[in-house]
Structures are given as structure tokens and as C-alpha cells.
């Protein structure tokens, strides 16, 4: 074998090399981005799904058997979350029940996703405003961490009386 060949051999060699480079990081990439585009559809779903079933609530512990026409009849903003005895998601009955609840899903190939869900008084004409006092319109923020989402994602949703 002559010099020539040697070197075109070596110059085949390193072309076979950056060509399976640039197969192996294009599968990897597609690879990651389908687990991100996964895993983004799951955790709306999640997040979807815990609204929905918040909105099933009343709006607040004390509309629960008679309306209400002022707010100051409401849950003071330093009592929302579960009321006493509401240990469990399950005895939820008004919408700032939920005000802190936390939940973890594991699913088989995406792991875990961790759920958290705030609740708030918030200004009815501006509603990413939070209200020190108490209003007729509360919002539910919902918060999904997982491993393949790159940030966390976040679903608002206001809703009134």
C-alpha cells in the first residue's frame, strides 16, 4: 500500500467519523426535542386537569350555601388554603383549599412531574394584580417541574364570582 492510498484511507476514515457524528447528535437531538414536546403536553395536562377540577368547587368556604354581596363576607387573604380538618384533597370544597397543594405524578418514561398550585385575591380588572384585601375574582396558578421541560411551566387561570 503507497502513501496515497494510506492517506486516502485516513481522509475516508475521518469523513466516515463526522458523518456518524452528525447522524448520532441529529437522532439525539430529535431524541431530546420529542421528550421536551412530551413532556410539555403531559405537564399542560396536568395542569389542565387540576383546574378543572378546582372550577367543580365554590368560590369561596363561605358561598358554599348562601351568595354573598360583599366582600368582606369572604375568606380573609391570610386564611386561604385548606380550612380546618381539610387534610386531604379529596375534603376540598372551595377553590382556596388548594392554595398550596402540591402533588407528584409519575408517569413511566417521563419520571416524575411535580405539581404546585397557589391561590389568591386578585384585582378583578387587572388579574395578574394579587389583592392585599379581599375581591370577588381569585387566581389559580398552577406550577409543573419535570426533568425534560427546560423551565417551569405555568397555567394562570382567573376566575369570579
Known sequence: MGLSQLI?????MVLLGIISLTIYNSFNSK?????????????SGIAQSIIDQILTKSFDQNTRTTSVSNPSSLTAVASLGPDAGESSVLQFNDVDDYKNYTRADTMSVLRIFNTRVDVNYVNKMNPDQISASKTFTKRINVFVTNTYLKDTLKIKYATAY
Not at 431524541?31 to 412530551?38: K, Q, V
Open 8 to 12: 486516502l484511507l485516513a481522509g475516508g
Open 31 to 43: 431524541t431530546d426535542s420529542d421528550l421536551y414536546n412530551e413532556a410539555y403536553i403531559t405537564a
